[in-house]
């Protein structure tokens, strides 16, 4: 049994971590910390957890965290695990960050698209990507993981194995990206008042999101050439939970749908949480709200020669809490999907 | 391990309960009945389910169903269900039906509301009423289960332990119901047409819901005044899970808010499905999402001298599906929270 | 053509009177006064206003509005207008405030339940209730109209008739109110997030709402009942507009629900924006989004003794900015119906 | 003062169509015809209409019609207009179609996208594509209308200015359309259930939409290169009304996002429904909820070299029945603007 704690109590990806915690055999959750609500009880904020959940927020103190918890989860905002992950690893804690902090290697892309200073260089170098169905052997390896946002998390389990292949023409792709508003937080701001947000759909930081030089660092990793780059809109759509990427780009060989579904489902045979759907079909948000699935769709256009991919997460599941969950148990040698079996809720 | 079958395969009660089922450590779905869609593979009616229920749906064929499953539940519109638990008792399988048709003693009433022929005599005795914080010890020697319907879950619940007291004036009781549109099942119609219920509100039935003569029932039973009746509304509430009973009652005798907490927490301190909130704290459908909790609060107006509590569930768990498998847990002597002991999906 | 100023002109009841105004064929905008966005083009902060409304918003200044205005409306937040009305007064400018500064008679009360003081007893003494169809004769000869509250609007428009009537046993009544979220307005908060608010329904104010002494202010002046009190409770709907309250009570005397149904169709025969639906039909919300109507349906159950009228309007037309423009029109002479005869939205 | 008839009176595009001709001083409703309802009046099918609208829906009859109309409208299924605007035309009535039947020159793209056999060859030629701005000079010669289906509307306004200047790269264009749920129109299914589009996103008819062919065929047109060929997926929101279409495509030569916006805004100063975005602001749909307004923002990025447009309409208005009504002004020399002025709803 390994003793969890989990940093930023009082967010969305904490509370997911939190419940997925709980289902966990192999895991027991020992402390959250919360800057703003240390001293309270978290069902004062989040009633769900009434009878379920007794853990009175703390503030951050290493020394006390360090003699009662293995594994400690990041849910804060930028600039914040960079400074704590340290001391962590100094007391051998296994981290797991799910803030933006450690994804970028290149410290001035970080502060370029983040605007907050670089985490120390020692532990970007240390840092592994947390997209668990690609970069699985190093995590296996790694006590420190940057996991994935969750664009990236949608957009490059849909690419990268057409992209390895080389059949990607790299100059193309364009994604059209689709979250609902809990991707945003539970800070407070117009843009995420109901009224504003309700029976509406906004296009959002067109070219100027910070999971774009995420993308583009690992497809040009994995497509070998180095100034791969992506255009990248995002839009804001009316419901809490799930995630769309819908991804569009030129083959450099022709390759029928039939032809990349077969490729597809058999690079992720082994992969669980991966699950392609048959030629003419498309998953929805809904077929893994709740889940860890990311569920994906393609299409090769026989009249203009385009691939449409259609990939699907719930965004603080595989998108964030869930993969945090799935790339530890890689991480102590369990099975990938202890605690996470789990059939999406559907309606 | 108990083999399951559910009957009526398509509808959202049944798809909740092979969620259920698929999670509990002492069950095993082993059939799923469909008349419509017999034939067809389940995942291609829910893809959701991919890779996860390989289950080909099957006609309703007794002495087939007999050698192979020990639990049948039915999740199916009314008039159907009353025709096949006698098959299926006669053949010794447990059977929990989330239809009305065992609800109502009196046959007459149920033709009444339902405008259907009455289930058999001889099973309506038989049959024990599922509610299962109050009707607990019936349930564990029952092998016929009539669970409760979702307004009558969250209204009894929320009303019996004041009745039972007679610090209710019988004649006083109004509910204010408040559903979701899951509530009104899969099959399509303008009232469940997105465009007609998105961004709207709409009372419907008004005193005319097949829900009153089943909440009178009991009410009038745990009174012991046999002419109680309550006066019911339902209202259509633009989300899709979720259900809230807003009930209004004048006292006996004098009662404040604490003092009614204070005793509704003390009745149900051994029933870990019910939540009883704080003085001034009222709950939330989503506080119960995707979980079997329901959950109450309570004020007694010091002005007025009236009581108003409100109790949420969530429709297709404590509403349906998740009392079937609490009452199968009493049934056959397992805790009653076993496959049932999860945090509600929140956000 | 009078010349009209808002003041609170970034919240949504002042962008619904921009709205209504641009549409009146003899009101002309002239003004938008916002304290906190003075030097802003209005159609920065609402883009849907983009090439229609060319007003940069401007501190508040009587001496320079007393100039070129002859209307001032007020959709300000509590203790605002009860300040500026009297300059305006003294000026002689026409008012009509949507807050609540100016609708409890008491000065007390005013202050218990909004913790504001109250405006001057003389400008309590001058302002005329606007709730049209009930004090249209009053309202032609005032100059300062205090609006309705959302929710006073649809109860006293659905109770009064019948309370008039000495019908209504005036302990019984029970409004159980639920609102789509602009009636929050729009100003940030954890209670209006989208992620917080979508996809449930939440119970607030219990006992506790300030629209709680405007409705019994006015039903005991109706009912000559000097200690009439309400149970009144207040829910939140998954939606931007909309408001419907449920209102129940026992009657004095038996009365069908068709002779309910041809008195309030009889009293209301003259008044176009009150449109009572036949027996058996219940009014949604959507059925008057974006108009001024108030639809009510009624039903008095044969078996329990008690009535149920629902009661639809749209909050931010009928419930705010909507009963403005009509009381202005019967202040100036003009025909009830002018800019407002509109066919609603739907879907 | 025209008289109007509507055909396919059940349907939210005739719905729509009703409330926009109530809103016109030159226009007076005078039929609605409803193959399946009629004999009914329509405001029982839509009760926002009592009080309002006062007809009986009846069964179609050129005779009868041709002698008290002068101007129909078809909001009908593929398959209905052909049969019926020859009658029309041959008695001299004005035609405007918002069905797909006369958008396709060839009929056998008709065909083989529609699955119909296509409208006689005669009125294919008479008929003149009704996108307002565009096309303007012939329509305002034209009795027979073919009013754009609705992506076509928000794609063409958007990229046709670009398109005439040789500035797109013809093979390049990537359309990511995306639409809220009453473009389904009215009739029931699975697909538009609420439980099943709720809280949900989806893609569908990717590369199989019937629009792609009207699309091209106006590009085709424009951009005199004959072969060119987009791809177009689209997607349902969950939301009622608006739509938009997210475009990227190439540049021939390089512009910057300034250039490219103070070219659109020149192109469309005289055409009051045409709204470009400053640089950096993109338009969300309720910023043009229940008006006739197509809101473009534009963004050509530094780094990739690829433009993209985002425009957005109301469904239900400038994608149908707003833009039939602005036709039909051209059509009778009236002010394009006229009955259509008018401030979207918000929020």
Chains 1, 2, 3, 4 share one sequence.
């Not at 930023?8 to 289902?23: C, Q, S, W």
């Not at 048959?278 to 691939?307: L, Q």
């Amino acid at each position: 049994m390994l003793r969890a704690a989990v940093v930023g109590g009082t967010g969305y990806g904490a509370v997911e971590l939190i419940r997925l915690i709980d289902k966990h055999p192999h895991l027991q959750l020992n402390t959250v910390i919360s800057h703003s609500q240390s001293g309270t009880e978290i069902e004062e904020i989040y009633p769900h957890l009434t009878n379920l959940i007794h853990i009175t927020m703390d503030e951050w103190n290493i020394q006390k965290l360090a003699k009662i918890i293995d594994v400690v989860f990041f849910a804060t905002p930028p600039g914040v695990s960079q400074k704590l992950v340290p001391e962590c690893r100094q007391h051998g804690l296994q981290c797991i960050d799910l803030s933006g902090d450690f994804r970028l290697i290149n410290p001035e892309t970080y502060e370029t698209w983040y605007a907050y200073s670089a985490a120390p260089q020692e532990y970007l170098n240390e840092a592994t990507y947390g997209l668990t169905e690609i970069y699985g052997d190093d995590i296996k390896n790694s006590k420190l993981i940057s996991n994935p946002g969750c664009y990236p998390t949608a957009t490059l389990l849909a690419l990268i194995p057409a992209v390895k292949q080389g059949w990607v023409k790299m100059d193309s792709i364009i994604i059209d990206g689709k979250s609902g508003v809990s991707g945003a937080g539970r800070k407070v701001s117009l843009a995420t008042h109901f009224s504003e947000v309700n029976e509406n759909l906004k296009a959002y930081k067109l070219g100027a999101h910070q999971h774009i030089p995420e993308i583009e660092q690992y497809l040009q990793q994995e497509s070998k050439e180095p100034n791969t780059q992506v255009t990248f809109s995002t839009h804001l759509i009316p419901m809490t939970r799930g995630l769309m990427c819908s991804i569009y780009f030129d083959l450099t060989e022709k390759k029928t749908t039939e032809e990349l579904i077969n490729f597809y489902t058999e690079v992720y045979s082994n992969h669980p949480f991966i699950r392609i759907r048959p030629e003419g079909i498309f998953p929805a948000t809904k077929e893994v709200s709740g889940s860890n699935y990311c569920d994906i769709g393609i299409h090769s256009d026989p009249r203009t020669g385009k691939v449409t991919i259609i990939s699907v997460i719930d965004n603080l599941v595989k998108g964030a809490s869930g993969q945090a969950i799935q790339n530890l148990n890689l991480m102590n040698g369990w099975d990938v999907r202890t605690g996470l079996l789990e059939i999406p809720i559907y309606p």
